[in-house]
């Protein structure tokens, strides 16, 4: 059979583009954003209409819509993250960076040396290599550390064992290149196990999020957050903000669309904290619907792989540029004239659009 060892770009593909196991979360996404409905306001004033300009942890962006921690960019554009860096740098937007990334956290600093960039965070099972890396990142200028709390282990990805997935020769872990290796050595499964296994704390618990505190200053912000519990712990263990996120539906199958849950992760942080929002977001309507349940900020993923595989940095501004235009023409067709005004009456959750609802006689 013709396979992903003879066509390394199917391989490449399917480590973006997968789900763990059956896919169910990754595909009744699209639906969960689809049922929630948008209440269109008559006679707006579009000429009034301000813009997406927005803050994040008190810094200005130009819109809610930022880049999610993506692994490996160097897989479909020989720049990297650091092509990523100039678009979100165009678009004055954030970047938020994988630990896991193939550009160092340097050179896409130095990439884009004016822009917000924050970075996610894997722990080594070395509290030296963790202080090394969070100092670096204060001293490139990165302005809050984004800790993934959603991969304990790594996610059943099916295609990836079955591929072998394996980062090419020559293709390093930027980032964390002087603290481990690429060389996979395994014959069966995928080789993102390896490296999980070489480098990964996976003892990393609640009580290691004190201990950070310890070693940085800078903001902590927890991603993969998934129920209000978690959100309300989040807040106990002095997080700085939370970010609403299943991972991409990479992690843990059969749960919720992140859509679905984000409501009640903001009732959780009681308005204390800040929360930001990922999973399938692939609209300007999805942004306004994440903004309206209460995120400030809407993460994407797999979008800005599409389109730096597609045109390099060009291909991501045109990615966020799309979407952004999207979400104006929302915003002021749901007489939103600024972020701010993004709120709960703008939308509708399916259940009151049911038809039992619809002709219920009140
Ligand atoms: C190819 C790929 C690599 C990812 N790498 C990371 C990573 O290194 N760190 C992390 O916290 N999340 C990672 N994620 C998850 C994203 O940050 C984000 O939560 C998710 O992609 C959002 O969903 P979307 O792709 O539907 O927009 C990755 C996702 C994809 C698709
Ligand atoms: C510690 C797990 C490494 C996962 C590699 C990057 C990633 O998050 C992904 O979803 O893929």
Not at 23 to 44: M, Q, V, Y
Not at 148 to 171: C, H, M, W, Y
Not at 235 to 262: F, K
Request: proline letters at 3%; a neutral charge.
């Amino acid at each position: 059979m013709w396979g992903a060892k003879d066509n390394p770009k199917k391989m490449f593909h399917d480590y973006y583009q997968s789900g763990a196991e059956g896919e169910h979360t990754l595909n009744t996404t699209r639906d969960a954003f689809n049922s929630i409905k948008l209440k269109a306001r008559a006679l707006g004033d579009a000429d009034a209409f301000k813009g997406t300009e927005t803050t994040f942890l008190g810094h200005k962006i130009a819109s809610p819509i930022c880049l999610a921690p993506t692994a490996f960019h160097m897989l479909v554009n020989p720049e990297g993250e650091c092509a990523t860096a100039r678009a979100a740098a165009g678009t004055k937007t954030l970047q938020c960076l994988s630990t896991w990334s193939n550009c160092s956290l340097e050179e896409v600093a130095e990439a884009a040396p004016d822009n917000l960039r924050i970075l996610q965070c894997y722990f080594s099972r070395s509290d030296e290599v963790n202080k090394d890396i969070f100092e670096r990142a204060e001293k490139a200028g990165y302005k809050a550390l984004a800790v993934t709390v959603d991969t304990q282990i790594l996610g059943n990805r099916e295609a990836d064992a079955e591929n072998k997935f394996s980062l090419p020769k020559g293709i390093k872990m930027g980032t964390i290149a002087k603290y481990t290796s690429t060389h996979v050595t395994g014959v069966e499964g995928s080789g993102l196990d390896e490296y999980v296994r070489k480098y990964k704390h996976n003892g990393f618990t609640w009580k290691d999020i004190l201990k950070i505190r310890q070693f940085t200053s800078l903001p902590i912000i927890l991603k993969g957050i998934q129920c209000k519990e978690d959100a309300a712990k989040a807040v106990e263990y002095g997080a700085d903000a939370i970010w609403v996120s299943n991972h991409g539906a990479r992690q843990l199958d059969t749960t919720p669309a992140s859509i679905e849950v984000l409501e009640e992760c903001v009732q959780g942080v009681d308005g204390k904290i800040e929360v930001y929002f990922d999973g399938g977001v692939r609209r300007g309507t999805d942004v306004l619907k994440a903004l309206a349940l209460g995120a400030s900020a809407v993460f994407i993923g797999r979008p800005q792989l599409w389109g730096l595989a597609i045109d390099g940095q060009k291909g991501v501004e045109d990615v966020l540029k799309i979407l952004n235009s999207e979400l104006q023409r929302s915003m002021i067709l749901t007489d939103c004239q600024e972020v701010k005004d993004i709120t709960k009456e703008r939308v509708i959750h399916s259940a009151y659009c049911s038809p039992k609802y619809l002709t219920a006689k009140i």
